[in-house]
């Protein structure tokens, strides 16, 4: 049983606990007030068996046992609450009617939930295949698929339908009946389908005309039928479980007055005869055990048979149908597949080094190597040995500067020791100012400086004086680059990097498959789940059915527009998208995780009657407030 049924009823079959109570306390104190203590009854003690043996009405099998016993106990007949004597009884048969009351109670009970379970996995069994046959014909090739999946099928029933037609006119069975010649002259053209495409497509039986059209436009034609018919289903099983989950009040009412059980098991046995608009109508009332017994063992055998025959006509192919075609074409496809690979074996083991040899080049020459790279300019600040200019050769040049000022100076200048100190200090600091000046002074007569050769030496000292400015701007490129060392190291490093976090990522998803969001079901399930509190929300808003009632109500506002009504219609429509909720929230949330008790608190109190339309749409946008980003319902849509 599902845990819907058994939550529904869990108030009845406390209040069938707490009347057996009752009893026994009730049942002690009169045998005490008793003068002479007396023996129970044979047919108490009876009673009493059945009810030890029966202690909870969620037990299929001690329902239905004890409902035998009852039965070979006394001849059940149908009567009216007219009948009733209404003399009193006396203090034993009060007793015992008592204890009939408990166990008539409980069998009440146990059938209710039994219903509600069976009309629940109904509604919800074919909801599940309609929304496949949705997602079937949304797609091309789905379509194509499930037509190649049923050909063998449809294949077998031409071919009865040709041999029929032949049988029928007498003709003799050739291969040459099976051109197409020969089926047009068979199956002359019309503008009703003929037999051939009925048997093909058997939905085209209802339909007054054929028109061209292709095959994959009938095969969708197909299932979107199968999906109508299997919503017209699951729509009239929700309105009969709506009407069933009305009756729960009354019948916890019944049972703690202990009174009326009776009525409520006729009308129990009415909804599961007639549906839900049979409760509006007259009812005839039978005795408890009579109207348990034709539910348990005519009603609801009959009902569950005649459902699944009509079920099996509507629903999906089995799975063995649908997978027939990659059975027989995955075996041929994979022997071709090694075929080619064992022909090209060569060039495939060429292929397997050459990449091989790429990704060892990739890995040392522009992963590794310059990390190790990093790493030791790290360490050790960068290598000095490889750099534009020396620092020795500056020194040296300036070196070599210094000399050449200080000698033209010391011959032209005739300056003391201490004034060649100080020039020497002016060189280094790159005053040249006495060289410039002994420069101008010989520019006046050029010739005679250039006998004497002092204008030379001027030049070439400035020409060594460039040669050091120049040493120095590329040692100031040398300190920049230095400087940024790490930073065209991670530069050059990075696409290398980004390649192999792209891969290692790739390669982790495909490995991990998801685990993280399997750990919620898998996004197949989650959107599943989405579906389910969306669908919640609008049957909260339109509430479907309203119409149907509304000139039965005696409200003055119309009950589509009353946010405290909800039809019979919503509330079987709600209880099926909040199964496939509870079934989601208890498969694959964790287990004692906050997550999962939240949730299946939420369902829970969408699945209480008591609350209105209003009440349910606030607890529908905290579930979106909630629980829309960690089960990811925030971003379905847009996937």
């Known amino acids: 049983m599902s845990s819907f049924a058994a939550n529904h009823v869990r108030s009845l079959v406390d209040a069938t606990k707490t009347i057996n109570v009752s009893i026994q306390a009730r049942d002690t104190t009169i045998s005490v007030s008793t003068q002479r203590p007396r023996s129970p009854s044979p047919r108490r003690a009876e009673l009493y068996s059945l009810l030890r043996d029966f202690p909870s009405p969620l037990d299929k099998s001690a329902l239905r046992t004890t409902l035998k016993a009852l039965s070979e106990r006394e001849e059940l007949k149908p009567q009216t609450t007219n009948l009733v004597s209404a003399s009193a009884p006396e203090e034993s048969e009060a007793e015992d009617l008592a204890i009939e009351t408990i166990l008539e109670s409980r069998l009440v009970v146990g059938l209710y939930a039994e219903t509600l379970d069976l009309w629940l996995k109904e509604a919800s069994d074919a909801d599940s295949e309609a929304e496949w046959w949705s997602g079937t014909a949304r797609s091309w090739q789905s379509v194509a698929s499930y037509l190649l999946a049923t050909l063998p099928e449809r294949l077998q029933r031409s071919f009865h339908a040709i041999l029929h037609a032949m049988r029928s006119r007498n003709l003799p069975l050739r291969p040459s009946s099976f051109t197409p010649q020969s089926l047009r002259n068979l199956f002359p053209r019309s503008l009703r389908p003929t037999a051939l495409a009925t048997a093909f497509f058997p939905h085209l039986y209802h339909q007054p005309h054929l028109?061209?059209?292709?095959?994959?436009?009938?095969?969708?034609?197909?299932?979107?039928?199968?999906?109508?018919?299997?919503?017209?289903?699951?729509?009239?099983?929700?309105?009969?479980?709506?009407?069933?989950?009305?009756?729960?009040?009354?019948?916890?009412?019944?049972?703690?007055?202990?009174?009326?059980?009776?009525?409520?098991?006729?009308?129990?046995?009415?909804?599961?005869?007639?549906?839900?608009?049979?409760?509006?109508?007259?009812?005839?009332?039978?005795?408890?055990?009579?109207?348990?017994?034709?539910?348990?063992?005519?009603?609801?055998?009959?009902?569950?048979?005649?459902?699944?025959?009509?079920?099996?006509?509507?629903?999906?192919?089995?799975?063995?149908?649908?997978?027939?075609?990659?059975?027989?074409?995955?075996p041929p496809a994979l022997f071709v597949l090694l075929r080619l690979a064992y022909d090209s074996r060569q060039s495939i083991a060429e292929s397997v080094l050459r990449s091989r040899d790429t990704f060892k080049g990739f890995w040392f020459g522009y992963v590794l190597e310059p990390l190790e790279g990093i790493l030791n300019t790290v360490r050790t600040g960068g290598d000095d040995s490889a750099r534009i200019v020396s620092q020795e050769a500056v020194r040296a040049d300036i070196a070599s500067l210094e000399r050449m000022a200080v000698a033209l100076?010391?011959?032209?200048?005739?300056?003391?020791?201490?004034?060649?100190?100080?020039?020497?200090?002016?060189?280094?600091?790159?005053?040249?100012?006495?060289?410039?000046?002994?420069?101008?002074?010989?520019?006046?007569?050029?010739?005679?400086?250039?006998?004497?050769?002092?204008?030379?030496?001027?030049?070439?000292?400035?020409?060594?004086?460039?040669?050091?400015?120049?040493?120095?701007?590329?040692?100031?490129?040398?300190?920049?680059?230095?400087?940024?060392?790490?930073?065209?190291?991670?530069?050059?490093?990075?696409?290398?990097?980004?390649?192999?976090?792209?891969?290692?990522?790739?390669?982790?998803?495909?490995?991990?498959?998801?685990?993280?969001?399997?750990?919620?079901?898998?996004?197949?399930?989650?959107?599943?789940?989405?579906?389910?509190?969306?669908?919640?929300?609008?049957?909260?808003?339109?509430?479907?059915?309203?119409?149907?009632?509304?000139?039965?109500?005696?409200?003055?506002?119309?009950?589509?527009?009353?946010?405290?009504?909800?039809?019979?219609?919503?509330?079987?429509?709600?209880?099926?998208?909040?199964?496939?909720?509870?079934?989601?929230?208890?498969?694959?949330?964790?287990?004692?995780?906050?997550?999962?008790?939240?949730?299946?608190?939420?369902?829970?109190?969408?699945?209480?009657?008591?609350?209105?339309?209003?009440?349910?749409?606030?607890?529908?946008?905290?579930?979106?407030?909630?629980?829309?980003?960690?089960?990811?319902?925030?971003?379905?849509?847009?996937?």
């Not at 599961?272 to 009579?290: A, C, N």
């Not at 040669?467 to 060392?485: C, Y």
């Open 211 to 330: 028109l061209f059209t292709s095959p994959f436009e009938l095969a969708r034609q197909e299932c979107q039928l199968r999906q109508e018919k299997l919503i017209k289903l699951r729509d009239e099983r929700a309105e009969q479980l709506g009407g069933l989950l009305s009756m729960e009040s009354e019948l916890g009412r019944s049972i703690r007055r202990q009174e009326h059980i009776e009525k409520m098991a006729s009308r129990l046995q009415a909804a599961v005869e007639g549906g839900e608009q049979s409760l509006s109508g007259p009812l005839s009332v039978y005795s408890p055990e009579s109207a348990c017994h034709r539910l348990a063992f005519k009603l609801l055998p009959a009902h569950a048979s005649a459902h699944g025959e009509l079920f099996a006509s509507l629903r999906r192919p089995s799975r063995l149908t649908l997978l027939w075609p990659r059975l027989v074409l995955l």
């Open 409 to 639: 100076s010391k011959d032209k200048l005739s300056l003391s020791d201490s004034q060649l100190h100080n020039l020497s200090e002016q060189i280094r600091q790159g005053d040249l100012t006495p060289v410039l000046r002994i420069y101008e002074e010989d520019i006046r007569s050029p010739i005679r400086a250039a006998v004497s050769g002092t204008l030379v030496r001027s030049l070439l000292i400035q020409i060594q004086k460039a040669k050091v400015d120049l040493d120095q701007a590329l040692s100031g490129i040398d300190k920049l680059l230095k400087s940024q060392e790490l930073t065209f190291a991670f530069v050059g490093v990075a696409p290398a990097l980004t390649v192999v976090y792209a891969a290692a990522s790739y390669a982790r998803s495909i490995w991990s498959g998801g685990r993280g969001r399997k750990r919620l079901g898998g996004k197949r399930r989650r959107e599943s789940a989405w579906l389910a509190i969306r669908h919640v929300e609008r049957l909260l808003l339109t509430n479907p059915g309203s119409e149907s009632t509304s000139s039965a109500s005696s409200s003055s506002s119309a009950p589509g527009t009353d946010l405290a009504y909800t039809s019979s219609l919503t509330s079987g429509l709600l209880l099926i998208a909040l199964a496939r909720l509870r079934t989601y929230a208890e498969a694959n949330l964790p287990a004692h995780s906050l997550l999962r008790e939240g949730v299946l608190a939420d369902v829970a109190d969408l699945e209480n009657p008591v609350l209105g339309r209003a009440e349910k749409l606030r607890v529908v946008e905290r579930m979106w407030r909630s629980w829309g980003s960690v089960l990811g319902w925030d971003c379905m849509g847009r996937t």
